[in-house]
């Protein structure tokens, strides 16, 4: 599937077992609803921090009227945020080097309405759902452990046993949320499964043990505000200096 360039130098959004066929059931999809989360789940000092981000963002797209720009957060830190556009982004289960960041999984804060998504492969899912099904997951996995059910893979539907996802365009698709439990094999795998007729295709989306425990970790409310605020200075200072280059910019050419 389409990889998302995000970074200054190289920020590619890697796939995490998608499959993806010809007939995508677009009938379907459409009527499918959708539904985004808002910034609730975090802290009320970081929503005011957002706030504040928010205005600097609408000041700075005030002066610049096509173009989209990239800020970095403090790459020290464990989790890096970034902001492309109006959108601040939270890498989750990231890989770092120096100047790149590759992940698996984002969460995207709009600064321009406070909606709150998941980007995952080249789809968005409600926050709040992908959540609830990565703790019930991690959750099993605990459970489980060590526990013995014999030779064959045995199906198990999640709580959340449907979730939405949307493409960037606004396409939505259907899923069906289950995990598989092979013991011959050792693993467990949390699946998500487009809900169309077989012999259509469909896409897969899978996630095995210790991907499952890692992410449902990050996706802690606490840890998220945290990580934005760490983040913050570093990106308001990086928006200043653009602002800065605008000022000086316009005082130059009102000279004329």
């Known amino acids: 599937m389409k990889k998302k360039i995000l970074l200054i130098g190289l920020l ?63 790459l020290n830190l464990p989790m890096t945020a970034l902001i492309e556009g109006k959108k601040l982004i939270l890498p989750i289960y990231p890989l770092k080097t120096s100047q790149h960041i590759t992940l698996d999984i984002g969460v995207f804060f709009n600064l321009e309405n406070s909606e709150t998504e998941v980007y995952i492969e080249n789809f968005f899912i409600n926050y709040d759902d992908f959540k609830a099904v990565m703790t019930e997951a991690s959750e099993y996995i605990e459970l489980t452990q060590g526990k013995t059910f014999g030779k064959y893979i045995l199906e198990k539907k999640m709580t959340k046993n449907q979730v939405v996802m949307a493409f960037p365009q606004g396409e939505k698709r259907l899923f069906n949320v289950f995990m598989t439990f092979d013991e011959l094999n050792n693993v467990n795998t949390l699946n998500f499964q487009e809900e169309v007729p077989e012999k259509n295709g469909r896409i897969m989306m899978t996630f095995k043990n210790y991907k499952i425990v890692e992410i449902a970790k990050q996706l802690n409310s606490e840890l998220i505000s945290n990580a934005i605020n760490t983040n913050i200075p570093k990106l308001e200072s990086e928006v200043q200096q653009l602002l800065n280059s605008y000022n000086e910019l316009n005082k130059t050419l009102d000279k004329k």
């Open 12 to 74: 590619a959004i890697l796939g995490c077992g998608t499959k993806m066929d010809s007939d995508s059931y677009v009938k379907e999809a459409k009527k499918v609803v959708y539904k985004k989360s808002d910034e609730s789940f975090l802290e009320d000092s970081t929503r005011d921090k957002l706030k504040t981000l928010k205005k600097e963002i609408e000041t700075l797209y005030k002066e610049s009227g096509t173009l989209s720009y990239t800020f970095i957060g403090d």
